[in-house]
């Protein structure tokens, strides 16, 4: 598993009954968690004495309860700061499990000795691209989300990194890659954190499912001659490690290299085990 066990800004203190109580910055957040099936005894103060709760609807979505959060606030990973807000469905703007990706790949832009352009897909609010222009990379950053890739330039700015190396684009991330090809671009990496189910700026369908292989497949080809590496996160149940490990192996045996597939994970404090969170696949050059 890959685990995210090197922030000081976040924490899941205990996870129980379907939800899990996380510690961001000051504040603690009581969110849904589909994952957590077990009902241990919620003995942390913390479970009583939350800022934020999540209360999820049995008709589907939910709504927010608070006590004493603010509208907005921040915390920090490393260099990087991020910008959270309580927003619809649960979310706060950042997946900290995500952070055993940024380690990683920041680590293998730092050591490539070479400029490296990455092209970071469903880019959501800029933790990868972040991560990346971090370590010295020149990052393509696409969401077809104009208020997300806004909240990705907030957070770059309050990273120190508004003068960074980004493109910042609002576009179906399938037309976008099209585009990419007919122009003869290319890039060193690829990162993708595609949704199990979207929509384009243009009212497109996006289903995981249909559309994953089909986009690997011309990210392929946007792919120089000696790339470094190529990241597919999913939070979809059918896409396990071992299916992506199968097909990253199968599009990008060309270029060699090894795949490394696994679940990712964030420790829990109470507990001292790991509560999974998806699952990422990892190309990279031998």
Aim: charged residues 25%; glycine residues 10%; aromatic residues 12%.
């Amino acid at each position: 598993m890959f685990i995210a066990d090197n922030w000081t800004d976040y924490e899941v203190i205990d996870c129980s009954a379907g939800e899990k109580l996380e510690r961001w910055g000051q504040y603690l957040l009581v969110r849904p968690d589909p994952q957590v099936i077990w009902d241990t005894p919620k003995r942390h103060y913390g479970w009583k004495k939350r800022n934020g709760h999540y209360h999820r609807s049995t008709k589907g979505g939910g709504e927010w309860e608070f006590f004493d959060l603010p509208k907005q606030w921040s915390i920090s990973y490393r260099e990087l700061t991020f910008n959270l807000k309580p927003f619809s469905f649960k979310h706060t703007g950042l997946f900290p499990e995500q952070a055993a990706n940024w380690d990683w790949f920041s680590g293998k832009i730092r050591s490539a000795g070479r400029p490296v352009k990455v092209l970071n897909l469903f880019a959501y609010t800029g933790g990868a691209t972040l991560a990346a222009a971090a370590a010295g990379a020149s990052v393509t950053h696409v969401d077809a989300s104009k208020g997300m890739v806004a909240w990705a330039k907030e957070n770059a700015k309050a990273s120190g990194l508004q003068d960074a190396p980004v493109r910042w684009l609002v576009d179906d991330c399938k037309k976008f890659v099209e585009r990419e090809i007919r122009r003869g671009n290319h890039y060193d990496a690829v990162i993708m954190d595609p949704p199990s189910y979207g929509r384009g700026p243009g009212g497109e369908i996006w289903k995981i499912e249909d559309a994953i292989h089909p986009l690997v497949k011309l990210c392929v080809k946007l792919l120089s001659e000696d790339p470094l590496f190529f990241l597919i996160n999913s939070y979809t149940t059918g896409l396990q490690p071992a299916v992506l490990s199968y097909l990253l192996g199968t599009e990008l045996k060309t270029f060699g290299g090894c795949v490394d597939a696994r679940e990712v994970g964030l420790p829990v404090s109470e507990s001292g085990l790991v509560l999974p969170c998806g699952a990422s696949g990892r190309w990279e050059k031998a």
